[in-house]
């Protein structure tokens, strides 16, 4: 996915998670850490560190509480 549709895409970080998943299922933990900070990175690139699901739970609810 990252070759056709870019390093910087939400397909790319999904796939990342996914394989990141993988990896701590099967125990390897070093891989699974690296595979998950960098769909991270691709979230954080995306949505300027602003996507809810990089956001902790008190930092959404700071969102919410701020819309009308």
Known sequence: RRQL???SH????ESLR?????????????EAQALAEQALQVQRTLHGGRDPADL?????A???DGLP
């Open 5 to 7: 549709l870019g390093p």
């Open 56 to 60: 902790s739970a008190g930092q959404r």
């Open 18 to 30: 996914h394989l990141a998943q993988l990896a701590q299922i099967q125990e390897n933990l070093k």
């Open 10 to 13: 939400e397909d790319v970080a």
């Open 62 to 64: 700071a969102l919410v």
